[in-house]
């Protein structure tokens, strides 16, 4: 995407993004209700006309794509809803008849993990089920890109996590997957890079682990202190930093590595346990959260 541009009316709802999405890779797409994310994902899909800028998919204008080219992608909406009383199995076959090479259906059967569940009728599915049914109708034309549309909302923690499975072996099959979702830890468990959009800009785009800095952020290193031992009988250092938060001492640093040297040598040096030690730095979300909300704000 170069210079995308969406407009309704007086009301600009894509600003002119630009955009690289690399074969192979787990592209997110993160922002609030109302960023332009559904819209942008429309555009790409070619199923919603542009105002202005450049895009390639594939290689090609969505805007002018034919046939062929829509049999080289896969989309997964956010609700799909399948003739109730063909089977898995039948539902696939009849989904494959509309490709030029499909993918064979046993084969997808066992890919979207819906082997055992063959011959049960798409309307007896449970939700798990039925999206991994849905992820199977995206792959049967065997496309090298996928759109899946928040495919886990709605799963209970058990059965998103199962579903993540599903997406990581999309790329083992050398797919590019556009994922757009509200969960950040999907995107950190699944992608490659992260792009965030609101109201209608990008504001950032990088790995889950470096978006907006998030590598830079301070460290926050937590433990609770040894029985007898007060904050003020830390390591200069630590004590000066230190802040007691629900039974716990908290210590942000740059340095993290000077401060556990310094901090783990005084308990190692006192033959005490540092309980409940652990360091981190902003999730994925709070720093969303931060970007989100400093655009929101200017």
């Not at 407009?7 to 609030?32: K, Q």
């Not at 070619?46 to 969505?62: F, I």
């Not at 590019?176 to 609101?198: C, G, K, N, W």
């Not at 540092?274 to 931060?290: A, H, K, N, S």
């Amino acid at each position: 995407m170069r210079g995308l541009r969406k407009s309704y009316g007086s009301f600009e709802a894509v600003r002119g993004i630009d955009l690289e999405v690399e074969p192979g890779e787990i592209f997110a797409f993160l922002g609030p209700n109302g960023a332009g994310k559904t819209t942008t994902v429309e555009i790409l899909e070619g199923y919603r006309e542009r105002s202005g800028g450049e895009v390639a998919v594939l290689g090609q204008d969505p805007g002018n794509a034919d046939r062929a080219w829509r049999a080289r992608v896969g989309i997964v909406l956010q609700e799909c809803r399948m003739e109730p009383v063909l089977t898995v199995r039948e539902t696939l076959e009849l989904w494959a008849g509309y490709y030029p090479n499909p993918r064979s259906v046993e084969e997808t059967l066992e890919l979207v993990g819906l082997a055992q569940k063959a011959d049960d009728r798409a309307g007896h599915l449970s939700g798990g089920q039925q999206r991994r049914l849905d992820v199977g109708l995206a792959l049967i034309g065997d496309p090298e890109l996928l759109f899946l549309d928040e495919p886990t909302t709605g799963f209970d923690p058990a059965a998103r996590r199962q579903f993540w499975d599903v997406i990581a072996s999309l790329r083992d099959l050398g797919k590019t997957v556009f994922l757009t979702t509200h969960y950040m830890e999907e995107a950190q468990s699944l992608a490659d890079r992260v792009a965030v959009i609101a109201k209608g800009t990008i504001v950032a785009v990088g790995t889950p682990d470096d978006l907006g800095g998030r590598a830079e952020e301070e460290a926050t290193v937590r433990f609770r202190l040894p029985a007898g031992i007060e904050p003020a009988d830390l390591p200069a250092d630590v004590a000066g930093a230190a802040v007691e938060r629900n039974g716990q001492l908290v210590v942000r640093d740059g340095d993290v590595v000077r401060l556990l040297n310094s901090l783990t040598g005084w308990a190692l040096k006192r033959g005490v346990e540092l309980d409940g030690l652990e360091v981190t730095r902003p999730t994925l979300e709070e720093i969303y959260l931060r970007l989100v909300g400093e655009e929101e704000r200017a």
